[in-house]
């Protein structure tokens, strides 16, 4: 199976309550008469950039497909549905007049997906601009709601900027659990393949278990880690590291830290010092600090993200365990609210399971268009 459409598969979970409860909505109120072919109702939004389907890297930059030429405001399946559905119409498909009553239906549906109440309302509306009255099939408002999901968050899908400077520094904060280890080693595992040397410091000295397990991380991608005494301080290891890194020539350097968000004060100064020894180094040091989220939480992704930013200056996010939750919306809510860019996705437990973040693509499997 290709990599795009095993993606697709593991990021399926994400779509099923959205994907059941837009068929659900529909029937609801079909009134099962034949669609009304002068008042097309899909694909009347500007189609945001198709990117291309890409390689399992998260840290190359999407390849845009040129714009579909296609003529607008006829009903017909996405560039998705084309590829993996085969182009199916669905002529004969229960309809429903698109009114207050479905529009409530859609925000209370999105409201569940966790996607925010801020964002269920705009998302909503810009559906609904335009086509009151008009009667819409399960299919069609998938894919009305795919585009706008798309479109916010076409902005936001960027993959990790690499840059010249040796060694690139990231810092990489997020609770504990969040999964910051299995994404260091993911990204490391990446980097290495693309020809790059890096070092990994295990900074959550706290925790020995933490670093044991980040040594597994770093043997399975063939990449060195630093460690220090339980207990030691962190902030000494990233000198440490840094020193390292900079003998070496490596690449990179990826820092992992505490994820103690209970003990604010003491992590953030933690957070800082980390920060101060390393600029002694490299007055721009860190190039990139990666918050590492659980898609799990739902709504507490935002929270986090709120506390993080207080913590340190985050520059970008990874997103993690979208393969195992039906809670994905909470990404739509975060690029919303936050528009931190959205540099990878977890989907499994694996090495290799880290992906770029292909905004038409996860529109598409949490909607569930597919199908
Ligand atoms: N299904 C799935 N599981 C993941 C993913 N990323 C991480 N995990 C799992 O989540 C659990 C926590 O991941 P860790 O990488 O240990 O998380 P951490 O933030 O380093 O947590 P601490 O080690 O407690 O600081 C592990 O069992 C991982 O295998 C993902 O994308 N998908």
Same mark, same amino acid.
């Given at each position: ?19 059941? +409860? ?23 939004? *500007?189609?945001? &950039?198709? !990117? ?6 998260? %840290? ?5 497909? *040129? ?9 017909? *399946? ?7 559905? /085969? ?13 207050? @009553? ?14 925010? %109440? ?11 601009? +335009? ?22 968050? =076409? ?5 990790? !900027?690499?840059?010249?400077?040796? !060694?690139? %520094? ?41 670093? =044991? ?9 063939? $990449? ?52 101060? $020894?390393?600029?002694?180094? @490299?007055? @721009?040091?860190?190039? &990139?600090?990666?918050? %590492? ?6 709504? &507490? ?28 919306? $909470?990404?739509?809510?975060?690029? @919303? ?8 996705? /977890? ?25």
């Amino acid at each position: 199976m290709s990599f795009f459409g095993n993606l697709k598969n593991k990021l399926f979970k994400s779509s099923s309550k959205l994907d059941e +409860g837009l068929d659900a909505i529909v029937e609801e109120g079909a009134d099962g008469a034949a669609p009304d072919a002068s008042e097309p109702v899909a694909n009347e939004s *500007p189609t945001p &950039n198709v !990117p291309a389907p890409q390689a399992p890297m998260a %840290v190359m930059d999407p390849m845009p497909l *040129p714009e579909e030429t296609e003529p607008q405001g006829t009903a017909r *399946p996405g560039l998705l549905g084309r590829l993996i559905g /085969g182009g199916q119409t669905d002529d004969d498909a229960p309809r429903r007049v698109l009114d207050d @009553d479905m529009l409530e239906s859609l925000e209370e549906l999105l409201i569940a997906s966790d996607m925010g %109440v801020d964002t269920a309302l705009r998302v909503t509306s810009n559906i609904a601009e +335009g086509r009151m009255g008009r009667r819409v099939s399960a299919r069609e408002i998938k894919e009305l709601l795919a585009q706008e999901i798309a479109r916010v968050m =076409e902005p936001v899908a960027r993959p990790l !900027p690499l840059y010249p400077q040796k !060694p690139q %520094v990231v810092l990489v904060v997020g609770v504990n659990g969040s999964g910051k280890t299995t994404t260091i080693g993911k990204l490391a595992s990446q980097f290495k393949a693309a020809g790059k040397s890096v070092v990994i410091a295990a900074g959550d000295t706290f925790r020995a278990a933490a670093v =044991e397990q980040l040594q597994v991380w770093g043997d399975r991608a063939g $990449v060195p880690v630093l460690t220090a005494p339980e207990g030691s301080d962190p902030a000494s290891l990233a000198y440490d590291a840094m020193t390292k890194a900079q003998a070496e020539g490596a690449d990179l350097l990826m820092i992992d830290t505490a994820g103690r968000l209970q003990n604010r004060a003491d992590l953030m100064e933690e957070l800082a010092k980390i920060v101060r $020894v390393i600029r002694k180094k @490299d007055p @721009d040091a860190p190039h &990139n600090t990666l918050l %590492v989220l659980d898609a799990t939480t739902g709504q &507490n992704a935002l929270v986090q993200t709120e506390a993080f930013r207080q913590l340190a200056d985050v520059s970008g996010l990874v997103m993690t365990k979208l393969d195992g939750t039906a809670k994905g919306g $909470v990404l739509v809510a975060l690029a @919303d609210k936050f528009g931190l860019p959205i540099h990878a996705i /977890g989907v499994g437990e694996q090495i290799d399971d880290l992906a770029p973040f292909d905004p038409e693509e996860f529109a598409a499997a949490l909607t569930g268009l597919e199908t």
